[in-house]
């Protein structure tokens, strides 16, 4: 069942955080609906702009409305991943998402402040919410490269007033994280100093942490083993993801993570069976370890197991 994402959001505040994961394809589909019900989680789907251009935004929709025939007791959000305005619009229009995310947080204040009340106002009018981001990340944001010299933490009382000015529903903070497989170097990682301050100016408002994935040692060896050339890569440490959702973090971003299991699987695959090209015999592997990967990341999310109680929450709203 597709449900509205501030519903979700209700449901897991200070309690536990919702993965929102990322699809591009069938399998990826597959692998995430059977994750999510094996561990019986709530959880969220995002769709982003490049995902809605790898075949056609159609086809990933069509997938996700099937996904939902097939697991009616699935109880899931469709949210739009780093927005631009045009973007925003569309999805709004389609009635397909149950939330969007626009990222103006390239702009300065004034015009990220102006663009997202812009958004807002059209959201709003159709019953969708809408996530904003303030500050940046290091890293990559879709065709935005932002030097991690000027990557720079969400400013608290900058928080609460951009949430004031623009009506958005939950805020993408800049915490320390940034996408990719490359977050950190030497000791760092989430600054949850500055979470909690920022939960201080905004109580009980859901935040969201992006670059949230873990970048497992065990899975870039792996891939190197298999011929892969990824070197220096470092992610958050997965247990810091409940003590985040104490402070009001209600959505956590992993993508970057789902791309390393394919690739770990696609590799070995290859490298072991050379003489294949059934594209069904790694897919099939897959599926069933992206679906493990899900599920051992709602575990340490804490939304493992809330699936009933979230349900029983959605209806009654
Ligand atoms: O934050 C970006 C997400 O990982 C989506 O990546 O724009 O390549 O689909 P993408
Ligand atoms: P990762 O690159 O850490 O998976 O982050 C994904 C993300 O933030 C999507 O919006
Ligand atoms: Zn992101």
Same mark, same amino acid.
């Given at each position: 069942? $597709?449900?509205p994402?501030?519903?979700?959001?209700?449901?897991?505040?200070?309690? *536990?955080?919702l993965?929102?994961y990322?699809?591009?394809?069938?399998?990826?589909?597959?692998?995430?609906f /059977?994750?999510?019900?094996e561990?019986?989680? &709530?959880?969220?789907?995002?769709?982003?702009?490049?995902? /809605?251009? *790898?075949?056609d935004?159609r086809?990933l929709?069509?997938?996700?409305?099937?996904a939902d025939? =097939?697991?009616?007791d699935a109880?899931?959000?469709?949210h739009?991943?780093?927005?631009?305005?045009?973007?925003? *619009?569309?999805?709004?229009?389609?009635?397909?998402?149950s939330?969007?995310?626009?990222d103006?947080?390239h702009? &300065?204040?004034?015009?990220?402040?102006?663009i997202? /009340?812009r958004?807002?106002?059209?959201?709003?009018a159709r019953? =969708?919410?809408v996530?904003?981001?303030l500050?940046?990340?290091?890293?990559?944001?879709e065709? $935005?490269?932002?030097?991690e010299?000027?990557?720079?933490?969400?400013d608290p009382?900058?928080?609460?007033?951009?949430? @004031?000015?623009?009506g958005c529903?939950?805020l993408?903070?800049? =915490?320390?994280?940034?996408h990719?497989?490359?977050k950190?170097?030497g000791?760092?990682g989430?600054?949850?100093?500055?979470?909690?301050e920022?939960?201080k100016?905004?109580p009980?408002?859901?935040?969201?942490?992006?670059?949230?994935?873990?970048?497992?040692? @065990?899975e870039?060896?792996? =891939?190197n083993?298999?011929?892969?050339?990824l070197?220096?890569?470092?992610g958050?440490?997965?247990?810091?993801?409940?003590?985040?959702?104490?402070?009001?973090v209600?959505?956590?971003n992993i993508?970057t993570?789902?791309?390393?299991?394919?690739t770990?699987v696609?590799?070995?695959y290859f490298r072991?069976?050379?003489?294949?090209?059934?594209?069904?015999? &790694?897919?099939k592997?897959?599926?069933?370890? *992206?679906?493990?990967?899900?599920?051992?990341?709602?575990e340490l999310l804490?939304?493992?197991?809330?699936?009933?109680?979230a349900?029983?929450h959605? $209806?009654k709203?």
């Open positions: 069942m $597709i449900v994402t501030r519903v979700l959001f209700e449901h897991a505040y200070g309690k *536990y955080a993965g929102a990322n699809i591009n394809n069938l399998e990826q589909a597959m692998g995430l /059977r994750g999510n019900m561990s019986q989680a &709530p959880f969220i789907i995002q769709i982003s702009k490049g995902a /809605r251009a *790898y075949t935004k086809m929709e069509a997938i996700i409305r099937t025939q =097939i697991w009616p109880l899931f959000a469709v739009l991943d780093h927005g631009d305005e045009q973007t925003c *619009y569309e999805c709004i229009e389609s009635g397909f998402y939330s969007v995310m626009i103006a947080s702009h &300065p204040f004034e015009e990220n402040v102006a997202t /009340r958004v807002v106002q059209a959201a709003h019953g =969708i919410s996530e904003a981001e500050g940046m990340l290091g890293g990559v944001e065709d $935005i490269k932002v030097d010299k000027n990557a720079f933490l969400t009382d900058e928080a609460k007033l951009f949430v @004031e000015l623009t529903d939950s993408a903070c800049a =915490i320390g994280t940034s990719g497989a490359y950190f170097s000791s760092q989430i600054h949850f100093e500055r979470v909690a920022i939960q100016r905004l009980g408002f859901p935040l969201v942490m992006h670059g949230s994935s873990s970048v497992p040692q @065990e870039v060896e792996r =891939i083993a298999a011929g892969g050339q070197k220096g890569t470092k958050v440490d997965p247990s810091h993801y409940l003590p985040a959702a104490k402070l009001g209600c959505k956590v993508d993570d789902g791309r390393l299991v394919w770990r696609h590799r070995e072991d069976h050379p003489s294949e090209f059934d594209l069904r015999g &790694p897919g592997i897959f599926m069933a370890e *992206y679906a493990k990967f899900i599920a051992s990341r709602n804490g939304s493992a197991g809330q699936l009933a109680a349900r029983e959605a $209806i709203k």
